[in-house]
């Protein structure tokens, strides 16, 4: 059941522009703000231990939620995003500050033995991650700030997704084709 709970979680959590836009165009006033609230609520309680940095956005996205539901707000529901590109930038930064990468920590969960050389791609590998959170969370907040509810899931509920999948699957294909040549 726990498993279940986490998966559909993570899988509202994912399509959080789209509930939004349709909470707030076809469900009563607040509605959506709460049903979002207590899926975060449920989010947080799922969360492991392991993973402490998850739980700062979770509890910024319950107040979010929250305050949206009490102070009768629906834009404050636009700023998750914002809160999460917030909160990845953060990870990523001080990763790069602390060590070792984000990328690295990453890439270790399949290599734990990668080689020294690896190293220095790895971190600017979690540059370019860092400035895709700049861009993305810039773009969510004047989306949520200055344009319709249709360009805001447009841009957070596709276009942020299909920018981090371009990266994502850019990166792979570099480092599984011209990155092994050299």
């Known amino acids: 059941m726990r498993v279940l709970l986490q998966v559909l979680t993570a899988l509202a959590l994912i399509a959080y522009p789209v509930a939004v836009y349709l909470g707030l165009n076809y469900l009563p006033a607040g509605t959506i703000a709460l049903i979002l609230c207590l899926l ?9 231990q392991k993973v402490k940095t998850l739980v700062l956005p979770l509890l910024v996205g319950i107040g979010l939620t929250a305050g949206s539901f009490v102070a009768k707000r629906s834009d404050w529901l636009l700023y998750y995003p914002v809160v999460i590109n917030l909160t990845m930038l ?92 050299t």
Do not use: H
């Open 90 to 181: 953060a990870l990523f930064s001080y990763s790069l500050y602390q060590g070792p990468s984000m990328i690295e920590r990453f890439a270790r969960l399949k290599e734990p033995d990668l080689p020294d050389e690896a190293i220095g791609y790895l971190k600017k590998v979690t540059l370019l991650w860092c400035g895709l959170f700049i861009l993305n969370g810039t773009v969510a907040a004047y989306t949520a700030a200055f344009t319709s509810l249709a360009t805001w899931t447009l841009y957070n509920g596709l276009i942020a997704y299909v920018l981090m999948g371009l990266l994502l699957g850019g990166e792979w294909l570099y480092r599984s084709f011209w990155l092994k040549k």
């Open 40 to 48: 975060l609520v449920v989010r947080l309680m799922l969360q492991k």
